[in-house]
Structures are given as structure tokens and as C-alpha cells.
């Protein structure tokens, strides 16, 4: 589909634009062809809202049918330059769950549509003002809760991916255009680009792009934060470790076995990395029900999770209850860091066997209770988190699962093309490769892309952007 078939016919939108609540103020948006004239016809000013100078507040208030609704500030945006690229009206009014309703109400009753989730960041990108991978980037920004997550998704938002994709787009589209050239002058044998040029673009495309795919664990990371989930038998310390990290009593800690019988779950940003830490019921054999179920739970944490932190209680030697964690962590196959707790206390766990039994976990030891070794765990697991480190200022990540698929069938149709052109094979071969390979880029940025995967993008916004 391309942007233009999805511009030019639409109905007038509006929607409020900030959270629901109580606030100091609230801002209700309108996007189309009458914003002005539906957004005129409740405003009272010392001048008309239609002979409002552009970008400039205007001050009134809001009345319907003889009531006045609110006191405003509103603000006309003429297409082409505004967010959306057609007329968009923001109304500033007090903030407030029935204040907004009422306006919105009003609006709607003027002749406006209740805007769908994401219509407005929608009908920017249909309008040219946003490729897909900025639209994207909104509702990333919007979301972020770290700093990592800023700065990624700032660097999409100012099109440094677009870029970056484009470079390598251009230099090939004239290499697939030289190809397809020649094809029309196959019986003269005439050849307008050597094929040492042809593979030489291919191999440096396929070096880029093979730079973005590795970058995606990172960037899925940066975005989506870190799933840790923090698993041992009971009594070893898997409560006070995870108060340990977030500093602060979040988990109720005693001598009792099964203390902990549901996930406790919370949020720790470590140098700019959202972490989920989750902590879980000790995982042994029980005729309680209620820590049956905790024990179910802990094993659906563990297979949600991108590291598992196996507790043990490094005071006492390794038990069968220890060996049964294991095997339920080793059968995951997630990552696997091994913490030895009470590390202040005298040591009597067997490190040969726990090695043995973990080949391919590291181990680390703490104490939760005197915060020794704690700050030396933070720092692997934000190694683990991020290898290669946070992204620069500007660095460009992938950090969407689509992102990543297209640049996984750019890729190897790029290879398929370098293939058959060391084959000999028909110049026709390597641009069908290279036209699949330019597609697949080109559903990134959505330069090529379906209805489908614009309604899964854009259903995934918030009302009102």
C-alpha cells in the first residue's frame, strides 16, 4: 500500500489527548479538513477562531448551545505543517475527567469522529510527515521509562535508522536498475556496471545490515527493559536479594520456609536499563496448595525471563532441594547466573558440585544483609543486560521484532543475489534478488507495506496520538 492511497478523504477527528485524571491542564485534538470550522463553532474570543493567526494561542472559552463548557487556549496548526499535515486544532483547557468529556462531547456533536487509537500519528505517516519506523518511534518515546529507552527511540524519531536504510537503498537501486537496463540490451551484450561493482555494493550492504541485526539485542533490551527472574529453594534469600537491588522492603523476609508463595514482582532502573526483577516461591515438593501454586508460577517466571538468578545459600552444603532447582533452570535453557548468599556467614557450599551442576552459569557472591558483592552483581547483570554497553547519542539500534525480520530477508536475499551472480547465472536472477532484498528494507520505513501491518502498528497508540 502506498501513503498516498491512504490520504486526502478523511473525516475530521478528535480525541483528548492527555491522560485520563486531574490535572492542571488537559489538551483535546482535532485533525482534518473542518478542524477549524467544528473547533469555531464552541470557541468565543476576542476574535474568530477561523481568522486565528497560525501557531499562535488564542484565548476564550468553550460554550455549547449557551453553556459554557470551559475557559481555553486554542491553537490552529494549517496543514500542511502541523503533526498530522492536515488542519489540527489543540484546545488547552483546565484538566479533568469530566471537563475533557464534555468538550469532547461537544466536538463530536459539532460534526467530528472519535479519533481511533494511534489515527493521529496514522494519518502523519499516510501524509508523508512520518516514515513507519518514526510513527514507531512515538509511541516508543511515549513509553520510555529509562533513559536508554529515550535516547533510542529519540534517534528513530529524527530518522537516523530512515538514513542509514536509505544509503544502503540508493546505492543498490542503481546497481538493480543498471541490471534490469542491461536485460533490454541482451542481444547488443551491452554491460552498463561491472559485476566486481555489483558484488562488492552487495557485500557492503550485507556488512550494514548484518551491523543493525547484531544491534538488536541491544535495542530490544533499551526498549523493552530486562526480564530477571530470581529462583531457589526455600530460605536461601531470594526475597532479601531482590530488596537488596531495588533498596527497600519490597518483599516480606523470615526464617519461615515458603514465606514467599506468589511472584512478587517490581522495577529497578540501573544506569538506564529498566529491569524487571521477579521473585518466586522456592520451588520443592509441597501438599499446600497455595505454594503448589506458587511453585507453578515461579516456573511460568522463569520461562518468561531473559536471565535466571539461581540463589543458593552458600552457609550449608548443596541439597536435594538445590539440585531440583537446577534441573527445572537447566531444562529452560535461559541464561543463568548463580549467586551465593550469605557470604558473610562461613562458607560450606560445594563449589565443584554447584560448578558441575551449572556449567554454564557464572557465579557470584553476596551478601544480602550487609550489601556485600551487591554492587559487583549489578554490574553483571547489566553486562548481561547490554553487551556491547548502553547506545551513544545518536547510535542507531534495532529494537522491533518487524525491524529485525525484514533486515533478516534483506539479508539473505542480498547473499542469494551475491550467489548466483558468482554463479553466472542471468543478470535477471540477481535483480529479482536484489528487488526482494530492496523490499523487504523498504517495509521498514513502510515505503511497501500491507493494511495489516499498519492496523497491528497503530492499534498499539494511545487515543489521542
Not at 509511541?139 to 528513530?156: G, N
Not at 537491588?245 to 529497578?268: F, H, N, Q, S, W
Amino acid at each position: 500500500m502506498s501513503r498516498e492511497n491512504g490520504s486526502g478523504t478523511h473525516e475530521t477527528i478528535a480525541a483528548i489527548s492527555t491522560p485520563p485524571g486531574e490535572g492542571g491542564i488537559a489538551v483535546v485534538r482535532l485533525s482534518g479538513p473542518r478542524a477549524v470550522e467544528i473547533a469555531a463553532s464552541l470557541f468565543q474570543g476576542m476574535n474568530p477562531l477561523t481568522e486565528a493567526k497560525p501557531r499562535t494561542a488564542c484565548h476564550g472559552w468553550l460554550v455549547q448551545n449557551g453553556t459554557c463548557l470551559d475557559e481555553a487556549v486554542v491553537t490552529v496548526f494549517p496543514g500542511p505543517r502541523s503533526y498530522t499535515g492536515e488542519d489540527v486544532v489543540e484546545i488547552s483547557s483546565h484538566g479533568g475527567t469530566w471537563v475533557t468529556r464534555r468538550i469532547l462531547d461537544a466536538l463530536v456533536a459539532a460534526g467530528a469522529e472519535p479519533a481511533a487509537a494511534g489515527e493521529f500519528t496514522r494519518r502523519a505517516f499516510l501524509n508523508g510527515r512520518l516514515d513507519l519506523a518514526q510513527a514507531e518511534a512515538v509511541a516508543d518515546l511515549i513509553r520510555a521509562k529509562t533513559e536508554a529507552s529515550r535516547r533510542v527511540a529519540m534517534a528513530h524519531l529524527r530518522g537516523r535508522l530512515t538514513e542509514q536504510l536509505d544509503h544502503i537503498r540508493e546505492r543498490l537501486l542503481g546497481i538493480c536498475a543498471h541490471l534490469e537496463l542491461e536485460l533490454d540490451f541482451s542481444e547488443e551484450d551491452v554491460e552498463f556496471t561491472s559485476r566486481e561493482e555489483v558484488s562488492g555494493s552487495l557485500a557492503a550492504a550485507v556488512s550494514e545490515i548484518e551491523t543493525l541485526i547484531r544491534s538488536y539485542a541491544r535495542g530490544r533490551v533499551c526498549r523493552e527493559g530486562f526480564n530477571l527472574t530470581i529462583v531457589g529453594r526455600t530460605n536461601v534469600g531470594k526475597s532479601s536479594l531482590l530488596n537488596a537491588l531495588i533498596e527497600r522492603e519490597r518483599a516480606i523476609v523470615t526464617d519461615i520456609p515458603g514465606t514467599t508463595r506468589d511472584t512478587i514482582e517490581d522495577v529497578l532502573d540501573m544506569d538506564g536499563i529498566c529491569f524487571t526483577i521477579t521473585d518466586t516461591a522456592g520451588i520443592r515438593e509441597t501438599s499446600d496448595p497455595v505454594e503448589r501454586e506458587g511453585v507453578r508460577r515461579t516456573r511460568i517466571a522463569i520461562e518468561d525471563a531473559d536471565m535466571v538468578v539461581v540463589v543458593f545459600d552458600g552457609s550449608t552444603p548443596l541439597t536435594p532441594e538445590d539440585s531440583a532447582v537446577v534441573d527445572v533452570v537447566n531444562g529452560s535453557g535461559k541464561p543463568v547466573l548463580a549467586v551465593v548468599n550469605k557470604s558473610d556467614l562461613k562458607q560450606n557450599i560445594e563449589l565443584p558440585l554447584l560448578k558441575q551442576r551449572l556449567p554454564a552459569g557464572e557465579t557470584v557472591f553476596v551478601s544480602a544483609k550487609s550489601q556485600a558483592g551487591i554492587p559487583g552483581l549489578i554490574a553483571r547483570l547489566e553486562e548481561a543486560a547490554l553487551q556491547g554497553g548502553i547506545p551513544e547519542s545518536g547510535e542507531v539500534v534495532i529494537t522491533h521484532a518487524r525491524h529485525h525480520a525484514a533486515l533478516e530477508r534483506a539479508r539473505s536475499s542480498f547473499l542469494s543475489a551475491g550467489d548466483t551472480l558468482k554463479s553466472g547465472l542471468s543478470q535477471e536472477f540477481v535483480a529479482l534478488d536484489l528487488r526482494a532484498g530492496l523490499d523487504a528494507l523498504a517495509e521498514i520505513t513502510g515505503a511497501v507495506t500491507s493494511d495489516d501491518v499498519l492496523n497491528h502498528i497503530f492499534n498499539e497508540f494511545c487515543i489521542g496520538k
